[in-house]
């Protein structure tokens, strides 16, 4: 066959078979979901991984899918007239409602937890939207919702990896901030056994040294932690405290300094261990990006609806054609990075309802900076 022909389409005699169907529509054309016998529809609803669901305005089921029994345990027909909501976890109850409490029809996107069979809460991706039955003339409430369980578990060993690896980096420091307390109160116990007065003076000294060092533990031992969900206003000089007094020892060790200029009575609405494993990954990037040493600056400022906080360094800055690359998985500018730091500070971010926004500063340095509300939003 030569290559004038291999461009060309081959037309090859049709079989008695196609000819017939070549004379009527090719029943393949006329196939319609709704259309489908009843057998492969059943066969689509028992095997199917997506869970569909229709309710009323009110939230009792009208319609679920066989498929719920893979993915909660339920069989169909005993969910018939239960109201929704009540295999929901009590935060998304509160939100669905709040949701649903207008007439919208535009579909929405949320991540749910469902109760199955066990009572175990399992990680569900929903889209919801309201639409009119016409033969019916009222409203009501469909949804297609996929078990996102695993992915949800990948993603929380996902994040326990790199809170390891980030205490791992920041033990050297924490060491070296440590053993300067240590030293005092060897030294104080010391002169107390030789019979040295001033007791008390001593005593009080040598609390506070142990506090020092109580405080620097628990902020270590807090990164890892498993990550709790639990979002209430929180005040943010306390948290961002917390956070800069466990990077000050990282900070001595390569010559930073770290300055903090926001409001002391400032609330934000968030979880306080997810915001601050974003802090304490934003700031530790701040000074590694400083070889020679430099200014920390963490400023805050307050607007309508929302809180933005500054975590601005003094380093090279980042080239601008990488910085739409840093919030990608594995992606890192860094030797020894892993490349997941800023990739999950963006999805706890975003799950705040907020923004990561990432700037490369005029005259040098990089700006990282994080939105936040300042009270709860679905």
């Not at 937890?113 to 409203?139: C, L, M, P, Q």
């Not at 800055?317 to 890192?332: D, R, S």
Request: hydrophobic content about 35%; proline content about 3%.
């Amino acid at each position: 066959m030569d290559s004038e022909q291999t461009n060309k389409e081959v037309n090859l005699p049709l079989s008695h078979s196609q000819m017939e169907l070549a004379d009527h529509h090719h029943p393949a054309t006329e196939f319609m979901l709704a259309n489908l016998p009843n057998n492969m529809l059943k066969w689509v609803e028992q095997n199917g991984y997506d869970l569909i669901t229709i309710c009323d305005l009110k939230g009792r089921v009208l319609y679920v899918s066989d498929s719920v029994y893979k993915m909660l345990g339920y069989k169909s027909k005993d969910l018939i007239g239960v109201p929704v909501l009540e295999l929901l976890s009590p935060y998304d109850q509160e939100m669905m409602m709040t949701k649903f409490s207008k007439q919208s029809g535009e579909s929405q996107k949320f991540h749910l937890s469902i109760r199955n069979t066990d009572g175990k809460y399992i990680w569900a991706e929903s889209v919801i939207g309201r639409v009119h039955d016409e033969e019916r003339a009222f409203d009501v409430l469909i949804s297609v919702t996929k078990d996102i369980q695993d992915k949800k578990e990948a993603e929380e060993m996902m994040i326990r990896s790199e809170k390891m690896s980030v205490a791992g980096q920041l033990a050297a420091g924490v060491a070296h901030e440590i053993r300067n307390p240590l030293t005092s109160i060897k030294g104080f116990l010391q002169l107390l056994q030789a019979g040295i007065d001033r007791k008390e003076e001593y005593y009080k000294i040598m609390v506070d040294e142990i506090e020092k060092i109580e405080t620097i533990t628990s902020e270590l031992l807090f990164i890892s932690k498993p990550m709790t969900d639990d979002k209430k206003k929180e005040l943010l000089s306390e948290l961002l405290s917390d956070v800069i007094t466990l990077m000050k020892s990282q900070a001595k060790l390569k010559n930073v300094d770290i300055c903090m200029d926001l409001d002391e009575k400032q609330y934000i609405y968030c979880d306080r261990s997810q915001i601050k494993q974003v802090f304490i990954n934003l700031i530790k990037n701040a000074i590694e990006a400083m070889k020679d040493g430099g200014k920390v600056f963490v400023v805050a400022d307050t607007h309508k609806d929302f809180c933005q906080i500054d975590i601005i360094d003094e380093g090279p800055g980042i080239p601008e054609n990488l910085i739409h690359k840093l919030k990608e998985p594995f992606f890192t500018t860094k030797k020894d990075g892993t490349g997941l730091g800023l990739m999950i500070s963006n999805q706890i971010v975003e799950k705040h309802n907020g923004s990561l926004e990432i700037y490369r500063n005029k005259e040098k340095g990089s700006t990282f900076r994080v939105i936040i509300p300042l009270k709860r939003e679905y």
